[in-house]
């Protein structure tokens, strides 16, 4: 492409900083869980920006968004871009949203120097790929590409027990579950631009990250019932202590990611539910939820049944039962050697230094890959914080991955 794809960065900062107003919590702090007032309005603004570029929008059965640029043979399948705009609690305002609002400043830049693609250009919201409402990340993008069923995806309750049917009715959003799922050749290539959510640009100096795998993640729900009591009438000697139990698992699980061999195993308790919960009570239930992840996914699976195997040993020893439930354990994720190549080109072509790597969290991409070749474009993020609300993206970075993306997607799409 001769032509350098203007991008109008302030005018895109000052929208992410518009859709990060839109929160159930007070700014600085971004909180968007998926189907609350919050993620509506946020889905309304970002629907209207893109109907303002020309777009065409429609929404699917749970509310998976697609925005169209029209191409000149509208026949062919399609190149997607795209990301989330649902946030945790307590979250920045880039993640996610940078891929949602940078894919379409991506084509806004390629409609003002007047290139027309062949292929339609759409970019994808997904819902829900926060774990937060449901437990479960990636819920719009596992449901697309089939990894998750309907029967499935019925069965999911938030806190309060409402199910994804009673949710998603109250959101607005109809049709049948089955219809989520994407057939093969629905798109011809995908690429998720996001920040690192790691400090190894920032660190080396590096304009971009080229993504050639994505981590494979999988959750091991685990519920340790022992005997409670008063925490000064039983003895140390007869106690069954759940909690007690559950911090032996914990570090069970922390020295089997630290003993895997490579550096891209991880492994994570981020929760940890303590009954009754009271300060002179013995615990008699504790409920771990477990976050494993590596980019190869024997050895991820290698964490998994160390785990499995300390839940053996430790109720035997302690007298406690302990079960497990496996929620998750899905794939790790190649990217396509020729949307790599694209991006390389389009990098260089752009003057932006890049390198490539792997990531270690995982983004819709992972499951968009059972429906159309991926690859994802990092861009840095200062001291590599995300999901916090200090979380920030300089616009000289962001700036950089909405142009190589914009060059991207012209490749992709001619």
């Not at 983004?363 to 994802?376: G, K, Y």
């Not at 991955?401 to 914009?406: D, P, R």
Request: net charge negative.
């Amino acid at each position: 492409m001769d032509t350098q794809p203007p991008i109008k960065i302030d005018g895109l900062i000052n929208e992410l900083k518009a859709l990060a107003q839109i929160s159930e919590a007070e700014p600085p702090v971004v909180t968007r869980v998926v189907f609350s007032e919050a993620d509506l309005r946020a889905r309304a603004y970002v629907k209207s920006l893109c109907a303002h570029a020309g777009l065409a929008v429609h929404e699917d059965a749970i509310g998976n968004t697609f925005a169209r640029w029209p191409g000149t043979d509208p026949g062919l399948a399609p190149v997607g871009t795209g990301s989330h705009i649902d946030a945790i609690p307590n979250a920045g305002l880039y993640d996610g949203c940078v891929g949602v609002l940078g894919g379409l400043e991506a084509i806004r830049a390629l409609q003002r120097i007047g290139f027309e693609p062949r292929r339609s250009i759409e970019l994808v919201i997904f819902t829900a790929e926060e774990p937060t409402r449901f437990g479960l990340g990636c819920l719009g993008s596992r449901m697309m590409g089939s990894v998750l069923t309907p029967q499935q995806a019925l069965a999911l309750r938030d806190k309060e027990g409402r199910g994804l049917d009673e949710l998603r009715a109250q959101a607005g959003f109809a049709g049948a579950l089955e219809s989520v799922a994407l057939p093969a050749g629905r798109f011809h290539q995908f690429i998720e631009l996001h920040i690192e959510q790691g400090p190894l640009l920032e660190q080396e100096g590096i304009d971009l990250g080229l993504v050639t795998s994505i981590a494979a993640p999988a959750s091991l729900r685990v519920v340790i019932e022992g005997e409670g009591g008063h925490a000064g009438g039983k003895l140390m000697p007869g106690r069954k202590d759940a909690l007690t139990a559950a911090a032996e698992l914990i570090l069970a699980l922390e020295a089997a990611a630290k003993s895997s061999g490579a550096i891209d195993t991880v492994a994570t308790v981020g929760v940890c539910e303590v009954f009754p919960g009271a300060v002179n009570s013995i615990p008699s239930r504790v409920r771990l939820e477990t976050d494993i992840r590596d980019t190869d996914g024997v050895r991820r699976d290698s964490v998994l049944d160390a785990l499995r195997s300390a839940c053996h040993d430790v109720a035997g020893r302690r007298g406690v039962a302990i079960t497990t439930e496996l929620v998750n354990a899905d794939p790790p994720t190649t990217c396509d050697t020729a949307i790599l190549s694209a991006m390389e080109e389009a990098a260089m072509e752009a003057g932006r230094t890049y390198r490539k790597m792997v990531s270690r969290a995982y983004h819709d991409s992972l499951f968009m890959a059972r429906v159309a070749p991926v690859a994802m474009l990092f861009i840095p993020c200062r001291g590599g914080v995300s999901h916090r609300p200090d979380e920030y993206a300089a616009p000289e970075w962001i700036e950089s991955g909405v142009q190589v993306l914009a060059r991207t997607l012209a490749r992709l799409a001619s």
